[in-house]
């Protein structure tokens, strides 16, 4: 398994990058090198975040707002630029904290920092997406992926696609209302969100949608799980296309707003390099 992780060195921080394993056991890694690999360009990054701007979709609900960005101080005027924005929370590519549906769940500023940090599996279902708009991830899909794929690792990130993100630039089509003003897109199931938080201690989810439950919910029982569960999950993910279905890491940092229930995150893959 390709790894990344944090240990103290000298008195420093040394960050690691370990290449797949040989090992049958896909929670043991190989040997570690060290942070050479990655200043080095031995490792390939992928940027999984959108830009944020004027254009982003986000959830059209009231008091909800587009990206806003106004420039404050200019170099003509003022010797320096400099600008101001303003967003919801959950807008672009971004992390819903646990308290965003539980009251007592912990804020984005006080999430565990190892949680923002672990591998990654992704789950492909644009198949069954291209035959309904509605579906939601299954327990049955889950292990069909580790009949072929091998079980998914403890404490690790598990991003669903569904190729919803080819319509990003499309904030219409990719709300998709219907004629009720319903949103269709999908999502995961309750069901295989508390597989994978009891069976596989996973640290969070997220998906190439706005929501990780799908367009349809009115109850946000996905939400709920995670959020009691002292997870989290990610919303609008870039580029999953560009993700093999194992053998990553990922490194998620979300803005820290005190007491905030998620905010805009920069989301990285980190993968072997390919060969030349």
Do not use: C
């Amino acid at each position: 398994m390709f790894a990344i992780g944090a240990a103290l060195a000298s008195g420093g921080v040394a960050l690691f990058v370990a290449r797949p394993a040989a090992a049958a056991d896909p929670e043991k890694p190989a040997a570690v090198p060290t942070l050479d690999d990655l200043a080095a360009g031995r490792v390939r990054i992928i940027d999984l975040s959108y830009p944020l701007n004027s254009k982003a979709a986000y959830w059209p609900g009231d008091n909800y707002k587009p990206f806003d960005l106004r420039t404050i101080a200019t170099l003509e005027r003022d010797g320096v630029l400099s600008k101001a924005f303003s967003t919801p929370e959950h807008l672009g590519t971004h992390l819903d904290a646990p308290s965003h549906f539980e009251r007592d769940g912990v804020s984005v500023d006080r999430l565990d920092p190892r949680d923002l940090f672990a591998s990654g599996v992704v789950i492909d279902v644009t198949g069954a997406v291209a035959m309904s708009a509605d579906y939601r991830l299954t327990k049955a899909d889950i292990e069909r992926w580790e009949a072929e794929l091998g079980e998914i690792p403890r404490r690790t990130i598990v991003l669903l696609r569904t190729g919803w993100g080819r319509f990003w630039n499309e904030p219409m089509r990719y709300q998709n209302h219907d004629l009720q003003g319903r949103m269709h897109f999908p999502g995961f199931s309750a069901e295989a969100v508390e597989f994978l938080l009891k069976e596989r201690q996973v640290r969070g989810v997220g998906l190439d949608t706005m929501s990780v439950d799908y367009g349809l919910s009115r109850d946000f029982v996905v939400h709920h799980v995670l959020a009691k569960a002292g997870a989290f999950g990610l919303e609008n993910v870039a580029k999953l296309d560009e993700l093999p279905a194992r053998g990553f890491w990922l490194s998620v940092a979300p803005i820290k707003i005190e007491t905030g229930t998620g905010g805009p995150a920069r989301v990285f893959a980190l993968l072997p390099k390919r060969a030349p």
